[in-house]
């Protein structure tokens, strides 16, 4: 049998898997399992961030603390992005469609920029208000003890649940609930520096309360620069880390029959993984033959991998 050129054999020999096709059972199942995980969790945070947000409101009212009312601000900013991330999980998991034939996931990192947005202006009008608090030269009232309990009320609610909620998203993998889940821990790391303010305002520094809520709105700040890098990098096609590109190349690499395996490229979708290799077959081996093993070779890569769909060229030698 005589050899195919390169670019004919890339042209003819080409296909693509989609782990839908294979096991549609357990991709349905995962699914389901998502969308479940994401409400279940996502009203958990919705009902205690609701809760939190209306002592912090009223006590910091009460009790004169800027601090208090800045973290309160930010706690409202979680009930928004929770209802991102349940509006995100509805259309992120249907099935695909003619105008969308990979499916839905990018609607996941959509949402977590969407986050991250909203965690930038929060944190930006913070820093604004605090800081035109500490440049007016107005005396700073000392605030009532009740804004310290609220506040270490509010930070262990808030680190509880944001372990129950990074717990949940590693449970199904999903990178829109971790975002929200590390929210929820800002969140956490932000009321302990509310703490501090307010702690400190009590015993005679009443400056502390709006430099704390100044440093809160630089940290929230932070986190929402950092979403928003990342998903941008993921709606720009980033590749996969190192460790998984070469745990999907070494399965690839592994198929009995193949000569050899190039051009091994990946992009994230969502939070699935696109594939694309070229396989280095034998010459004289049939279409036939090398399509067996091209199936091989993709339920070898998608074992264990977020994988939404591998297409393969055949590449004779």
Known sequence: MS???????????????????KKPGATLAQNNERVRVARISTWVSVAVNFSLSVLQIMIGIIAHSQALIADAVHTLSDLVSDFVVLFASKH???????????????????????IGVLLLLVGVEMIWAAAKSVQSG???????????????????????LFRYLLRQAEKV?????????????????????????????????????????????LMISRMGLKFIWSTLNDLTDRSVDAETYQRIHDKLASTPGLLGIHDL??????????????????????????????????????VDEDILDITTHFDPH
Request: proline share 4%; hydrophobic share 45%.
């Open 92 to 114: 992120a998991n249907k099935a695909p469609d003619d105008n969308h034939q990979y499916g839905h996931q990018r609607f996941e990192t959509l949402a977590a920029l969407g």
């Open 173 to 217: 993998r999903s990178s829109m609930l971790v975002a929200n889940a590390w929210h929820s821990r800002s969140d956490a790391a932000s009321s302990l520096i509310v703490a501090i303010g307010i702690l400190a305002n009590l015993i005679g520094f009443t400056w502390a309360d709006p430099v704390a809520a100044l440093i809160v709105g």
């Open 138 to 160: 107005k005396p700073i009232a000392q605030v009532h003890y009740s804004a310290l309990i609220i506040a270490f009320a509010t930070l262990v609610g808030k680190e509880l």
């Open 265 to 302: 490229k990946t992009r994230k979708m969502g939070d699935m993984i696109l594939v694309e290799v070229h396989l280095e077959l034998p010459a004289n081996m049939t279409i036939a033959e090398g399509h067996e093993i091209s199936e091989e070779a993709c339920r070898r890569a998608m």
């Open 3 to 21: 050899q195919l050129p390169h670019s004919e054999a890339k042209n003819r020999d080409s296909s693509s898997h989609h782990p839908s096709a």
